[in-house]
Structures are given as structure tokens and as C-alpha cells.
């Protein structure tokens, strides 16, 4: 049966049909020697997403996953017949078996989830392609051996200068690419005293139960925390705020180390 690559209106529709299977697959760059800062983000979200979920999923590191992928980007899944990609497609994949982490919010924690996981989006995405594309340094030493390691000479030089264009073409429609790091970093500062705050002393942001919100704040956060880079000002502003790091060990311990230990 041939797959189908759904977006996520379609996969609302059809994805209710059939239960979840045993076999699913998640696909995403090789992780020590390809894959960079933004994509290892979203990726790590995306699975701490579908373990806080209890779904069975197996990794599947592929040096052509982006392009494999029905919307360009990583990561994607291939559950039964259908190709599901990026986190919020999966998300509401999920959300029609019938799963879902925020059934226990009301209408108005739900609003306020989103608003934050958009902030997220919106500054922690953008600051991470910018970091890694548009800071000449950090482009020179990772970004570019990285993203060029899979390919053989010149496609390594002309698709790495390729996607270069298209993410600052990206950033430019956002307003972020006339941006100076220094403005990058206070604006992550901001979004992560915002994101601080929501969080306080709580375990998890509402509460006792993991909704999507920490798994999207895990996989940006862990992800910066865990990234070398030459310039460390990404992870240091990260690092200032004690309970956002607490958040991301328990996240860890609870869903990744545990899982690995069984």
C-alpha cells in the first residue's frame, strides 16, 4: 500500500482510522556527525512529544532525511500508511487517535499553552538558524562541515551555500536577519524570562502532567545545552535560568534515560 504525506488538516481527517502500530518509524539527520542545533531541536521535541504520549517509535537516522521528508524538514514519521512531518502535523496526528497531553487543561490554560509554544517558535527557532547560518564563525567551523559531511565534492559546497539563501530568506521575512547577535541574544533572553516565569516553581508548566509545551521547551533547550558551538553565548543566557534546566533534566531522566535503561 502506498504511503500517504499528509499535512495537517489531512492527517486530522484520516488519522483516526487506524489504531497506532507497533512499527512506527521517526527519521531524522545522523546525530553526531550531521545533524545542527536547529534540526536536532525540533527532532528531540518531536520525541520527547510522542514518549510523554507512551507511543512506540524507533529513530531511523538518515544522511537525506530532509529531503525525504514530504514538507522539506525533520523530523518525520512513517505511521502505517501515512507520512506525518514536523511537530505540530504530529501533534494533531496524535490528537485524532484519541491521545492527547492537554486534555487535562481548560479552554483558557490551552490558549495560554499556545501562546507560549508560538514564543518559542518565533525566537528559539529563529535565534538558533541565525546562530548557526548567519554568524560567519559558527557557519565556518559547524555549520558547514556538518551539513556538507554527507555529500561528495561540490554538492557539499553548493547545497550548503544553497540552504544558506533559503534561511536567510527565511530570516528576512521575519525581520531577524538585519538583527546583530548581540540583539539575538537579548531576545532569547527575553523569550526564556517569559518562558521562566510561566514555568516558576512548578514541576512541569501546569502542573503534576507533561503537556506539549515541555516537550517543545525540552527539545530547544536541551538541544542548546547540549550543542557546541564556538560562540557559547547561546547556551550560557540559557543556562541563567536554574529552573528551565531542572525542567530539562527531569524531562531527560523521565523520558530518555528511563526508556533507555528498560
Known sequence: MPSV????????????????????????PYEVEQILLPDNASCLSVQAFLK?????????MRSN????????????IRCGAFVVAEMDPIVAFVNTKGIRLSDHLTDAEKADMRAYMSLVNSVL????????????ETFREVTKPRYGSVYPWPLNH???WRKKKSIQKKLASVQWLDKTLDEVY??????????SERLGTQKYFFGERP?????????????????PLPDNQLAATVRGYQNLIDLCKRVDEKFFQKRQEE
Do not use: R
Open 5 to 28: 504525506l499528509l499535512t495537517e488538516s489531512i492527517a486530522v481527517e484520516l488519522g483516526a482510522v487506524e489504531p497506532w502500530p507497533d512499527d512506527v518509524k521517526l527519521y531524522q
Open 52 to 60: 510523554m504520549a507512551s507511543l512506540d517509535f524507533e529513530v531511523q
Open 65 to 76: 532525511a530532509e529531503s525525504m521528508s514530504p514538507s522539506g524538514k525533520v523530523p518525520f
Open 125 to 136: 527557532a529563529n535565534a538558533e538558524l541565525y546562530v548557526c547560518w548567519c554568524h560567519d
Open 158 to 160: 553548493i547545497l550548503c
Open 186 to 195: 537579548e531576545e532569547v533572553n527575553n523569550c526564556c524570562h517569559a518562558v
Open 211 to 227: 503537556t506539549e509545551l515541555d516537550a517543545l521547551v525540552f527539545g530547544h533547550f536541551f538541544s542548546i545545552i547540549t550543542t
